[in-house]
């Protein structure tokens, strides 16, 4: 007869390993000292967040006194536009993405010890 947990803890086995991998391949990334490769990875280091820029504008758009109310009528969509570029695109970078599988990895290993 199977045994649950043992199943279990074999699958858990296989995500702590993938997550490990996942981890040294980033670590491994971040350490090419190519300027080409630098370049492309800085962006991935210092996302740019266009949602946030555009709500910011969009709120200062609509506090701006103006009497044909051209900016209110400008500043509403921008807010709207920007709320969803921020739901669409991210600003998770390298960093954010590692310290999520640092985390994965830590409490895949503390429920590792608590059955073992």
């Given at each position: 007869m199977v045994d649950p947990l043992k199943v279990r803890l074999e699958k858990l086995r296989k995500i702590h390993a993938t997550t490990h991998r996942r981890a040294s391949l980033y670590s491994d990334i971040a350490k090419i000292d190519h300027s080409h490769t630098s370049k492309s990875l800085g962006c991935l280091q210092k996302a740019p967040a266009p949602g946030k820029k555009l709500q910011k504008v969009g709120f200062l758009m609509l506090w701006v006194p103006e009497p044909s109310g051209v900016t209110c009528?400008?500043?509403?969509?921008?807010?709207?536009?920007?709320?969803?570029?921020?739901k669409k695109y991210n600003s998770s970078?390298?960093?954010?993405?590692?310290?999520?599988?640092?985390?994965?990895?830590?409490?895949?290993s503390d429920f590792k010890q608590s059955i073992l």
């Open positions: 009528a400008i500043g509403g969509p921008m807010i709207v536009a920007g709320k969803y570029l921020e970078t390298i960093h954010d993405i590692g310290h999520e599988t640092k985390n994965t990895l830590s409490s895949l």
